[in-house]
Nanobody, 119 residues
Framework: VQLQACGGGLVQAGGSLRLSCAAS????????MGWYRQAPGKQRELVTV???????KYADSVKDRFTISRDNAKNTVYLQMNSLKTEDTGAYYC??????????????WGQGTLVTVSS
């Protein structure tokens, strides 16, 4: 199973970006999907997670600004980020809780996409 993330870039504060992450490979079913981020010199933190049925949770720091969604037919998760702040700068990693066709269940990670918000 592989996850490919894209959509990062440089944006001014107040701007928007949309990240996407597509899962591929020997996928039987995908459960939770989500995004973590890691700012320079800080630990990786959970940004948001969405269940297979579309229930979402957000870190307090991004509530009302970020929206997670998913397309189960495409095995893809999206992150719409609005009203970006400089403190949103960091590497964003997608993950997916996947069961493959052999019945093995585990978490898989994307390669990270860099988001830089300038003041």
């Amino acid at each position: 199973v592989q996850l490919q993330a894209c959509g990062g870039g440089l944006v001014q504060a107040g701007g928007s970006l949309r990240l996407s992450c597509a899962a591929s490979g020997s996928i039987f079913s995908i459960y939770d999907m989500g995004w973590y981020r890691q700012a320079p010199g800080k630990q990786r933190e959970l940004v948001t997670v969405i269940t297979s049925r579309g229930r979402a949770k957000y870190a307090d720091s991004v509530k009302d600004r970020f929206t997670i969604s998913r397309d189960n037919a495409k095995n893809t998760v999206y992150l719409q980020m609005n009203s970006l702040k400089t403190e949103d700068t960091g590497a964003y990693y997608c993950y997916a809780d996947v069961m493959d066709w052999s019945g093995v269940k585990g978490d898989y990670w994307g390669q990270g996409t860099l988001v830089t918000v300038s003041s």
